[in-house]
């Protein structure tokens, strides 16, 4: 009976039929996603053999979300999110088919790859903020919580089942049979898309077109350490502890002098520590300042023991841990943005969260590529575990201040964002 209990607690949102299209569209469309970015990141290393080629093509991809991300979450706040995302998904799809003719007829170069990288970093900009702020629309403010926690683990599931897939078929026929499946796969999220049934859901009034909208979505967030301390957090952590796409390459490649199987197998390693972290999250898991902070430093211990692994086998366990610990930082700064944020402003709010965890690569993806590359694949895992803990430090610092300031601001949540809660 507990057992029970426990499933129905852990998949609760699922029982929305609008959301359960959609999570098995999206766990679809990201097994392709995680092929993709996994084929694009040998692609990259074998045509240059260079880290820093590699981050500098991170960076590209997620520049756009840095400059533009911000006014993506105003568009998200102004149209529809459903059909937004029907189109982006779309032209994403595109781009992974553009990118994949290229690879098979062996005519892609290290250009083309830098072009196609800004081009699904355009589409990501406007996206992602619609899609984060949709999950509330589909599954109501109850849900919300289990609802992005089973994104992550869906996320991860991907990230252990993609990389795995990848690895086989590089070293089978090529990247490029990875990114035509990725185009071939967001025929299932468009689908899913399509497909609902739009009397059941929520959405949120649209914000009427005026001047300053922008401005204001940050003056919100500045006035509002409940926001401004996770977006700071994840901002940092974002910046250098998750460029896991120009790390393990090179781990695999000079740590354990590996392959792309070797490769895939970290990265389907952390994906499994993912999907265990993201179920726990959805069943268990907290939000609010205080878990994330708890988060923060853990994610930061299980950085610390992937960069100092000695043996394959150990950085396998190292690396599950890591992806128990990053999606459970995530899920936590993501649920706790969404909990706090009144709805008229949620889209311009979670364009900032996008721009803190893909926005920042631009600078941490070409950073961390160059410490790999001068001073090698530990030191790179090293600093993002040195950036989740003084993420962790700055959060308990500023909570700590506004305590002792007496200046704890009373949101409209039921329960203090500041402590975690059940």
Request: proline share 4%; aromatic share 8%; hydrophobic share 50%.
């Amino acid at each position: 009976m507990n057992v029970q209990a426990s499933a129905r607690r852990t998949f609760s949102s699922l029982s929305n039929r609008n959301y359960r299209k959609f999570f098995f569209g999206q766990t679809t469309s990201l097994i392709g996603t995680w092929m993709q970015t996994t084929a694009q990141s040998w692609l990259v290393y074998t045509l240059t053999h260079s880290a820093t080629d590699i981050g500098f093509v991170v960076a590209l991809q997620t520049l756009p979300v840095l400059l533009l991300g911000p006014y993506g979450g105003v568009i998200a706040d102004r149209v529809d999110k459903r059909r937004l995302m029907i189109v982006l998904q779309s032209m994403m799809g595109l781009q992974a088919a553009a990118l994949a003719v290229l690879s098979i007829t062996h005519m892609v170069t290290y250009v083309d790859v830098c072009i196609l990288a800004v081009v699904l970093g355009l589409n990501n900009s406007f996206e992602n903020p619609s899609r984060q702020a949709f999950v509330l629309e589909m599954v109501g403010s109850d849900n919300l919580r289990n609802a992005v926690s089973l994104n992550s683990t869906m996320n991860n599931v991907a990230r252990a089942v993609g990389p795995a897939i990848a690895g086989v078929l590089i070293a089978a026929v090529g990247e490029g049979w990875c990114f035509a499946l990725n185009a071939v796969s967001f025929v299932a999220v468009v689908a899913s898309l399509v497909l609902m049934d739009r009397t059941k859901l929520n959405p949120s009034t649209p914000t009427v077109r005026a001047k300053g909208q922008l401005r204001e979505g940050f003056k919100y967030v500045a006035r509002t350490p409940s926001l401004l301390i996770p977006l700071v957090m994840m901002g940092l952590v974002g910046m250098l502890a998750y460029e896991f796409q120009v790390t393990l390459p090179v781990v695999a490649g000079t740590v354990f002098h590996g392959s792309s199987a070797i490769y895939g197998v970290l990265m389907a390693a952390m994906g499994i520590g993912a999907v265990i972290g993201g179920l726990w999250t959805a069943a268990r898991g907290k939000t609010g300042v205080r878990a994330m902070i708890r988060a923060s430093f853990i994610f930061g211990a299980c950085m610390t023991f992937a960069g100092l692994a000695p043996l394959l086998a150990i950085e396998l366990v190292a690396m599950a841990l890591v992806g128990f610990a990053s999606v459970s930082f995530l899920s936590m700064a993501n649920s706790t943005l969404q909990l706090t944020t009144d709805p008229q402003m949620r889209g311009r709010v979670m364009a900032l969260w996008a721009v803190a965890f893909m926005g920042s690569t631009p600078i941490g993806g070409p950073l961390i590529g160059w410490i790999t590359s001068m001073a090698g694949a530990r030191v790179g895992l090293g600093v993002g575990a040195a950036s989740c803990l003084i993420a962790g430090t700055l959060g308990w610092l500023a909570l700590r201040r506004i305590r002792l300031r007496g200046a704890l601001q009373v949101t409209p949540q039921p329960v203090s964002v500041y402590e975690a809660q059940d």
